[in-house]
């Protein structure tokens, strides 16, 4: 501890006590901001920057929807989210656990919550976004702190001066509708007040399902010369009825029921016919067994956050940085245990009532020096975060109380991030450090007249504290005008969040490990003529990895993860311009075994003697075998191969015709850490869009799936499957053809 705060203090004085020259110009980084910690740049690390430009000529309906077109940004939906309400990005290959190790930030806030929801996308306006920052790779550890071990993306919204006012109206498929507007008022020049919101509504494309959401955003700036500031309110309202997972599987079907209605119609979605030759007999479809659309499943949820800040100009060269914010998020949810409508409830029901609330602060300065030949600039902050949870637990709504879970997390950390440009910047060098501590108190009171919760006993407090260090280091060589090599060596870590204690490797005693990383990666950009390409290869390697294992949470044995992304823009003619993104990943435990969880199926019920045979295997998937080598098995839930390529055509100067082609390659279900399971199937989906601006006025004709591709991205195999059956799963189908138009108008 002595020397690491010796080290981080030397660099404290050197950024208050370096000479600088007078400049009015810092050349070597983006402007100064707020909202961005990547001033002081990341040299080795393969960036995106997605501008306002980029977003409003894309007329993508969402983020997610947009972060995808790019390399290494594997998306899926489990809730049947509208407008990216519950999309996960895996960066880097995560599967299951990918929510918990993408960072996502807006304005340099982290949207990422203790409670490992997924991050609502669906409350942030396209239209009010200046830039998007993707961060590959664990080398925003230093500056974001634990949980972008795979990467951190940040979302960068338009200041109130640079708005236009807008009114946006969408209507499209499934009796989707969305209204959205965004006004501004100048006080004076120096003051602007600014709201926005959004309003959406579906049925979605499964029955028994429906979204309700609102949003709102208000916000009030104040700027002079030398302090510029903010105030920011923003709230969120969403209620969603859940349909539930669809039941698939080898004792079954091969085919699956129908994807979106209560309709038993068999919809062949391809790749199940190896079912027969890998399980035995086919028995053919039972239509009893396929989920009727008729759970009681919903998920509602309120969040409101104020956030204030500023930025202080002691000079041309010097900067600081505060922001504060509080966050308050209540849920309630239900979950049924059954396939379909529950009039008793059942043993594992669950209604959850939960509030999370929390503050944060953190505080940044930023001190650069220029020269004729060099240049350097030094990032040094703090952050600190409180997050309080609890979370009331029952079998449904109104009766006697089960469980009462309490949780409280605080975190503070301390980091530098150092950029130097040497030889008229044809050579840039980059370093960084965090130091981060975090205290985790936790307890759980339980009614023993209620069972099915998950803790059967009462657990008293658990205390723990953990010490946590990240760094990066980073060099990027200019080849010639046009082209430059990158080379970026990081470690990076993350904490368990609290849903993951809950369900920890020992029932009810929140013990985890903290997961740790470190990664190289190695790249080329380079911009010839119309051609602009960034591409790289990169080597992880992941200790105590946090993830599911059947009903529990555990550390697993070590993980290596290789691959390559790349990005490509061509610019055919001046009609046409080409895009396609590129990425690989092979993700596969090194060493080690793995015991099932969650006290499943202990001897072998099935009816066919094939599968009885190989009882150690029907007991592994059912959470009650013995241990099996992990050494050599892929991690599940992650596609090697994802590809995505599109062409937008200049049919006039206001009219602009764009076709997307999008690729996923197969993949182990969740939980099937054994490689056992028959794969999600790969799939394609084509997109296209007819947009056209004209005056102020903004009319997008759009078409997703139009060949009305059956398919899914997530399926979990586990042991709350009807009966329990040998090579059954729960499926979470996405959606079939949807259309959608999008008319808006900038005053």
């Not at 020397?3 to 020259?21: D, H, P, Q």
């Not at 007040?193 to 959406?200: A, Q």
């Not at 985890?512 to 790289?536: F, M, P, W, Y």
């Not at 993980?559 to 009609?575: A, H, T, V």
Request: glycine share 8%.
């Amino acid at each position: 501890m002595l020397r690491k705060t010796i080290i981080l203090t030397i660099f404290f004085i050197n950024l208050l006590s370096s000479n600088y020259a007078n400049s009015n110009e810092i050349w070597i980084t983006p402007k100064a901001d707020e909202y961005s910690r990547l001033s002081t740049g990341l040299a080795g690390s393969f960036i995106t920057i997605i501008d306002d430009e980029e977003i409003s000529q894309s007329k993508h309906k969402n983020i997610a929807e947009l972060i995808s077109s790019y390399s290494g940004m594997q998306t899926r939906n489990t809730l049947d989210g509208v407008e990216g309400s519950y999309t996960t990005i895996d960066m880097r290959g995560f599967g299951e656990a990918a929510k918990s190790n993408s960072l996502i930030l807006i304005n340099g806030r982290i949207l990422n919550d203790l409670d490992m929801s997924a991050v609502d996308f669906s409350s942030i306006n396209l239209n009010s976004i200046e830039r998007i920052e993707i961060i590959r790779g664990s080398s925003a550890s230093t500056i974001y702190g634990p949980g972008a071990i795979g990467g951190a993306i940040n979302i960068i919204t338009k200041s109130s001066k640079d708005l236009d006012d807008q009114l946006n109206f969408s209507i499209g498929s499934f009796n989707n509708s969305e209204g959205k507007f965004l006004l501004q008022e100048s006080i004076d020049e120096n003051q602007t007040i600014t709201v926005s919101g959004k309003i959406i509504s579906s049925d979605t494309y499964r029955d028994s399902a429906d979204f309700d959401q609102i949003s709102l955003l208000g916000n009030y700036s104040y700027d002079i010369s030398a302090v510029s500031s903010y105030l920011d309110l923003s709230v969120n309202e969403k209620e969603q009825l859940l349909p539930g997972p669809r039941i698939i599987g080898g004792y079954y079907n091969y085919h699956l029921c129908n994807l979106y209605s209560s309709s038993h119609t068999a919809k062949n979605i391809g790749g199940w016919d190896n079912l027969n030759a890998t399980y035995g007999a086919l028995y053919g479809l039972n239509n009893n067994l396929c989920n009727v659309n008729q759970r009681d499943d919903f998920a509602n949820t309120d969040t409101m956050h104020v956030r204030a800040g500023a930025k202080f100009n002691l000079d041309e060269l010097t900067k600081i940085f505060a922001n504060t914010s509080y966050k308050d998020k209540t849920q309630k949810s239900f979950s049924a245990s059954n396939a379909n409508t529950i009039s008793v409830p059942a043993n594992g029901d669950r209604y959850i009532d939960t509030v999370l609330d929390g503050n944060t602060f953190d505080i940044r300065i930023e001190k650069a020096s220029v020269s004729e030949e060099n240049s350097n600039i030094l990032s040094f902050g703090f952050d600190h975060d409180h997050t309080f949870y609890t979370s009331n637990r029952y079998r449904k709504e109104g009766e006697s109380l089960g469980q009462v879970i309490n949780a409280d997390q605080k975190s503070q950390g301390i980091y530098f991030q150092n950029s130097l440009n040497v030889f008229d910047s044809s050579l840039v060098f980059s370093a960084g450090f965090r130091y981060q501590e975090t205290e985790f108190q936790g307890r759980s009171t339980v009614n023993s007249g209620v069972t099915g919760f998950s803790f059967t006993t009462a657990h008293p407090i658990y205390n723990v504290t953990d010490e946590n260090t990240a760094y990066n280091l980073g060099l990027e060589k200019k080849i010639d005008p046009f082209t430059s090599i990158f080379i970026r060596y990081s470690k990076g870590f993350r904490t368990p969040n609290i849903d993951e204690r809950i369900k920890a490797t020992t029932s009810g005693s929140f013990a985890l490990k903290d997961q740790t990383s470190e990664d190289i990666e190695l790249g080329v950009r380079a911009e010839r003529n119309k051609t602009n390409l960034v591409a790289s290869i990169f080597l992880m390697d992941t200790e105590d990895e946090i993830q599911y294992n059947q009903s529990v949470n555990t550390n697993l044995d070590p993980i290596e993860r290789s691959g390559f992304n790349l990005d490509l823009n061509y610019q055919i003619n001046d009609k046409n311009n080409l895009k396609a993104a590129l990425s690989y990943i092979n993700a596969d435990f090194t060493s080690g075994t793995l015991t099932p969880g969650g006290g499943g199926a202990s001897s072998c019920d099935y009816t066919n003697t094939t599968y009885c045979s190989n009882s150690s295997t029907w007991q592994n998937l059912m959470g009650g075998g013995t241990s099996y080598s992990l050494s050599g098995k892929s991690v599940p839930l992650v596609a090697p191969l994802n590809y995505n390529v599109s062409i937008e055509s200049k049919i006039s100067e206001s009219t602009f015709f764009d076709i997307e082609f999008e690729y996923t390659d197969e993949k182990y279900v969740s939980n099937d850490q054994e490689n056992v399971e028959p794969k999600i199937p790969d799939y394609y989906v084509l997109n296209t869009k007819l947009r056209s601006d004209y005056r102020g006025l903004d009319l997008t004709f759009g078409v997703n799936n139009l060949f009305d591709k059956a398919y899914y991205d997530y399926a979990v195999s586990s042991t709350f499957h009807d009966d329990n059956h040998y090579g059954t799963r729960a499926v979470y189908p996405l959606s079939g053809r949807n259309i959608f138009f999008d008319l808006g108008y900038t005053f």
